[in-house]
Nanobody
């Protein structure tokens, strides 16, 4: 099992920036994918961005050019740099880890963007 601990959420005005971090510990396999998902009230959880252990990234169209996902494999930590935030980015953001054996989730961190 892999444990994930997110941090960095908070309240920010539209146009502002936040940086989320997710530290992984436990039974981490060398080849894995880490991702950020978000879930707004009353809506389903959707992927925002993902990054492989090799550094390949993918983003949902709505955040391209504004969000950047990165990782530090030595620290088993993934980051989400969020710029030009919009009220529609308001959600609980979840970190996720996947390898060939398991899929794990963090507890989530709230991001609120005020207009």
């Amino acid at each position: 099992q892999v444990q994930l601990v997110e941090s960095g959420g908070g309240l920010v005005q539209a146009g502002g920036s936040l940086r989320l971090s997710c530290a992984a510990s436990g039974s981490i396999f060398t080849v894995n994918v880490m991702a950020w998902y978000r879930q707004a009230p009353g809506k389903q959880r959707n992927v925002v961005a993902s990054i492989t252990s090799g550094g390949s990234t993918n983003y949902v169209d709505s955040v391209k050019g504004r969000f950047t996902i990165s990782r530090d494999n030595a620290k088993n930590t993934v980051y989400l740099e969020m710029n030009s935030l919009k009220p529609e980015d308001t959600a609980v953001y979840f970190c996720a880890y996947s390898d060939y054996r398991q899929n794990c989730w963090g507890q989530g961190t709230q991001v609120t963007v005020s207009s």
